[in-house]
């Protein structure tokens, strides 16, 4: 059964009623850290009703905030998605703990951390989920990554990614050439 149309499921680039847009955040600066994004990135798209649109060159980034910790590497990924915001937080987070993930202490080092940075242009002040992240503005690693596969994104409320990034310290992210995300499974 190849090639027949899923209707009940939109392409990449497709967008329907049920559609919306999540741009998501993903670090980890424990373990495989390359490993751990890109099964992190499969597992997203592999979400019901979910697809990953775009993903970023990856980053190595100093770490901000928390205990003296090993850097990270960081990276952004765009999906439709069919799932409202707390189910999707719901399932970004059964994703870190499948990955390992740990709560022990705030802004701590991690297998993995998926946060959401945007859902269409939705805003929230829900502390369970905030929309937009409220330190997005205020990330390189979140909006170097999200600017390089979205030049023209905005970030609701906020303003244009671009300009947020251009007033802010680049010294503590390196894009790595080297390392590269698949959207999908080969
Ligand atoms: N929550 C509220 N809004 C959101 C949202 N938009 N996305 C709530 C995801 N979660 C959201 O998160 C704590 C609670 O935030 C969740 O229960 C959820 O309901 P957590 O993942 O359990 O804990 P955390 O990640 O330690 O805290 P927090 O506040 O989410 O930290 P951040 O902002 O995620 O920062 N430095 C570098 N270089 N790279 C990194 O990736 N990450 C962090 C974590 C710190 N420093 C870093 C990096
Ligand atoms: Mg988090």
Redesign the pocket.
Known sequence: MTGRPRPDRPRPGQSGPDQHRAVLSV?SNLGDRLGTLQGCVLAIGALPETDVLAVSPVYE??????PAQPD?L?AVLVAATGLRPLGL?TATQRIEADFGRV?AE???PRTL?I??IGYDEEISDD?????P?P?ARERA?VLAPWHDVDPAATLPGQGPVAALLAGLDLAGVRRQPGMVLRAAAP
Request: aromatic content about 12%.
């Open positions: 670090g980034t100093a770490p901000v905030g928390g990270y960081n937080l709560r705030r802004f701590g951390d946060d959401i502390p369970v989920l905030t929309l992240h330190r690693f």
